[in-house]
């Protein structure tokens, strides 16, 4: 079994459409989570870090289920501009590595 | 401010040649990683160093590739030999101290192409 698993997509959704994904992990004692976006030909940036309850940042929010071992992400009121892929990255702690799924390709579709 | 530098962008060469890829980290920055991604294997962490010193190179390759940080704001990435299968884009992050949910920030990368 992978470290970090997520569904490849790819996800074409509709402008204006909700959409969520999961990214399940293996390691119970990871204890950092976050989303990466990352555009085409370009380097990963950070999304948001995902906490222990939950945490929100305007359209997207992140939750973690330590329970079933997996985060997750949703995209609200998708904008063309949410087109990207979306890397979901786990570390047992802070400031150490980071095992990173292969990423969920979304297109928004207009 | 300064992101996470690194140089070239691009490079080409042949096999056989020696590569060195380059990486400046974010000032105040203690960790710093060097990834390789490709389409096959997605993005892969190849070793870390924490205040200068490295802690995990399980992921090198193999002997030709080596890394050092010889202080707190560069880090080097060489490939020697290089050959065709090195090919792939290469990112440096870094991260810094704190509480534990700190994030890496990703450099734009170094495209490399062994022909």
């Known amino acids: 079994r992978k470290e970090v698993e997520q569904d490849p997509g790819p996800f074409n959704v509709p402008e204006g459409a909700t959409v969520a994904f999961n990214c399940t992990y293996s390691n119970s004692a990871s204890q950092s989570f976050f989303w990466y976006r990352q555009d085409c030909r370009k380097e990963p940036k950070l999304l948001m870090s995902?906490?222990?309850s939950g945490n929100e940042d305007g359209r997207f929010t992140a939750q973690l289920n330590r329970a079933s071992q997996y985060i997750s992400l949703l995209i609200r009121d998708s904008k063309l501009s949410d087109s990207a892929t979306y890397l979901c990255?786990?570390?047992?702690?802070?400031?150490?590595?980071?095992?990173f799924g292969t990423g969920t390709r979304l297109t928004i579709i207009p | 401010d300064a992101g996470v530098i690194q140089s070239p962008r691009h490079e080409v060469t042949e096999m056989g040649q020696e590569v060195t890829l380059r990486c400046k980290p974010i000032s105040g920055h203690n960790s710093l990683f060097w990834y390789r991604q490709t389409m096959m294997r997605g993005l892969e962490l190849l070793i870390y160093f924490n205040n200068n010193v490295p802690i995990d190179d399980s992921g090198m390759p193999e002997d030709r590739f080596s890394a050092k940080m010889p202080n707190a704001s560069f880090s080097t990435l060489k490939i020697q030999p290089s050959e065709p299968r090195d090919s792939a884009v290469y990112f440096c992050a870094s991260s810094g101290t704190g509480d534990s949910n700190q994030p890496q920030h990703f450099g734009d990368g170094t495209r490399l192409s062994i022909l």
């Open positions: 995902v906490y222990s």
């Open positions: 990255a786990v570390s047992l702690r802070g400031n150490e590595k980071l095992t």
